[in-house]
């Protein structure tokens, strides 16, 4: 499990797995970035351009509490 913080806004999120790589969107500036966690860790995090965002089938790992009504995108 990882703690990213937003290189963007400084939010910080809490992230449920040890281990992922893919993108990863801030919930406050809706930012993305592409990261790298390892074994709990943040390794890499970085921004991605709308274009990209828009290739990228995001998988959101926001849980059903956090969800206003608007899209994912
Ligand atoms: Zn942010």
Same mark, same amino acid.
């Given at each position: 499990?990882?703690?990213?913080?937003?290189?963007?806004? &400084?939010? *910080?999120?809490?992230?449920? #797995?040890? !281990?992922?790589? &893919?993108?990863? $969107?801030?919930?406050?500036? $809706?930012?993305?970035? @592409?990261i790298i966690?390892? @074994? &709990?860790?943040?390794k890499s995090s970085q921004?991605? @351009? *709308?274009?990209?965002?828009?290739? #990228? @089938?995001?998988?959101? /790992?926001?849980?059903? !509490?956090? /969800?206003? &009504?608007?899209?994912?995108?």
């Open positions: 499990m990882a703690n990213i913080t937003c290189p963007k806004c &400084g939010d *910080q999120s809490y992230f449920s #797995l040890a !281990e992922y790589k &893919g993108p990863f $969107r801030c919930k406050k500036c $809706r930012e993305t970035f @592409n966690i390892e @074994n &709990g860790e943040v921004p991605v @351009n *709308q274009s990209e965002v828009d290739k #990228l @089938n995001i998988r959101t /790992h926001e849980k059903a !509490e956090s /969800h206003d &009504g608007d899209t994912p995108l």
